[in-house]
């Protein structure tokens, strides 16, 4: 038999963003109103040329307004996005490699995968939760299929993946919600994480995201 059951962990957070520059793709993400982070999505070279930064309300401030200050009220049309890290990795490594050295390369296998995939549905549910927390809870007559092929309202996107190909933002997530801390989850030297069976995201609320492939960022 396998192991005790997989458990899930997570961090995750929601923070005001501001995209300050459609035309040119960045997005800032902001906490007390002061910046905290910027990312620089690339933007499509040809067809609808979709970024990500579409899906973030733009500020509107007079161009009279003075710089904001940490102080300051909430900018006119501020709009959040919400970040997250789940994982099911805790212990699959060592048991998954115990399970091999004792011959038992199918349960060793099939640890692994088990592992990645209710990472991927930990993830799903907690996509989902925030859609219920953001006011636009899924229809009770969607169908699990309809949930497999996204058909909801907003969209959850990991770096490393066409809409935002650069994996080195992961670090700046990473930064901004601690996980190594929270539930032990670190990114390798190539930006990677560890424990593999763990999933990171940016979750837009817009609804018109959707999934596309853009260029990679310059």
Not at 19 to 25: F, N
Not at 31 to 58: H, M, N, T, W, Y
């Amino acid at each position: 038999s396998l192991p005790s059951p997989l458990e899930a962990a997570m961090a995750s957070g929601h923070i005001s963003a501001l995209e300050a520059l459609r035309s040119g793709g960045e997005g800032r993400v902001r906490g007390s109103f002061r910046v905290l982070k910027s990312f620089i999505f690339p933007r499509q070279s040809g067809g609808e040329r979709l970024c990500l930064a579409d899906f973030v309300r733009p500020m509107c401030l007079p161009p009279s307004a003075p710089p904001l200050r940490r102080s300051a009220a909430p900018p006119f049309h501020c709009d959040y996005l919400a970040l997250f890290v789940v994982t099911c990795g805790e212990g699959i490594l060592q048991e998954s490699e115990r399970l091999r050295e004792s011959g038992d390369y199918f349960k060793s296998h099939a640890l692994a995968a088990l592992a990645i995939e209710c990472a991927e549905a930990s993830a799903e549910l907690l996509h989902e939760k925030l859609r219920g927390l953001w006011g636009f809870a899924d229809p009770p007559a969607m169908t699990l299929l309809e949930k497999f092929q996204a058909k909801y309202r907003g969209k959850r996107y990991s770096f490393g993946y066409p809409a935002c190909p650069n994996l080195e933002d992961q670090k700046k997530l990473f930064e901004l919600l601690e996980p190594e801390k929270h539930i032990g989850v670190k990114l390798t030297e190539n930006f990677m994480m560890d424990p593999e069976a763990s999933v990171s995201a940016l979750v837009f609320h817009h609804p018109q995201a959707k999934y596309f492939s853009a260029a990679p960022a310059a």
